[in-house]
């Protein structure tokens, strides 16, 4: 396999719930070393499409293939709120089976979770909280970045932050998937697609 290969490729994708069909085949491919964003309407599917990509949520049919180790943020929110942000970190620690914590430690400076660190979950704030869910995302330092609404609840600063730090792991060549429903600043991505009527479309096609 060569360096220039997909890092994940979605093939022929379908989902329904019921009679609802969300996903009518999905295809695209994320490849190394960009930032690529989809956006779409509430209820599109954004949802589902990633929970399928990151292995949550069994497709119908189709297949996704992908490389590297995957790290994975969703849109609700996995915490316990029992759990302090330290003991999250010890907990993620150990099931990535990772010897330090440098990263992690490096994110809750960058995001300014730090004066959190023993706070337990349920008393943090949405905005709090949702740094606490990228933070356990990134923490291992994976290859492939599957993120939903990953700035859902972030003020400005934190807003900017964020793309900082997509932006630097897309730099250091990890792949970067963002999906939202918010269609601006959109040129911060490599690649914009729009997810539409269960499809995965350039957004230069939707455009024209
Ligand atoms: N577990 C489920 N059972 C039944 N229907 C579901 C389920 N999960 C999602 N849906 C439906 O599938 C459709 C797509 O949902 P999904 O959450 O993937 O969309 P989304 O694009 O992420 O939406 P939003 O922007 O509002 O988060 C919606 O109509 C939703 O109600």
Avoid at 32 to 57: C, D, R, Y
Avoid at 157 to 167: K, V
Wanted: net charge negative.
């Amino acid at each position: 396999m060569s360096t220039k290969d997909p890092v994940l490729h979605a093939i022929d994708l379908h989902k329904s719930y019921g009679h609802r069909s969300v996903l009518s085949g999905v295809e695209f491919e994320l490849r190394p070393g960009e930032l690529l964003g989809i956006i779409g309407e509430n209820g599109a599917g954004k949802s589902t499409l990633l929970q399928i990509l990151a292995g949550v949520l069994r497709a119908d049919r189709g297949e996704v293939l992908h490389r590297g180790s995957l790290g994975y943020c969703p849109q609700r929110i996995v915490v316990n709120d029992e759990l302090t942000v330290g003991q999250h970190l010890r907990y993620f620690q150990s099931a990535y089976h990772i010897a330090s914590l440098a990263r992690a430690e490096q994110l809750l400076e960058r995001l300014g979770l730090a004066p959190y660190r023993t706070i337990r979950a349920g008393s943090l704030s949405g905005g709090t909280r949702q740094k606490l869910n990228l933070t356990l995302a990134l923490m291992h330092d994976p290859d492939v970045v599957l993120m939903d609404e990953p700035y859902q609840g972030f003020d400005w600063e934190n807003y900017l932050t964020f793309w900082q730090l997509a932006t630097e792991l897309r730099d250091t060549g990890r792949s970067v998937l963002v999906i939202s429903h918010i269609a601006h600043d959109t040129e911060r991505f490599d690649r914009l697609f729009h997810l539409e009527s269960g499809r995965v479309v350039a957004a230069e096609r939707v455009a024209s």
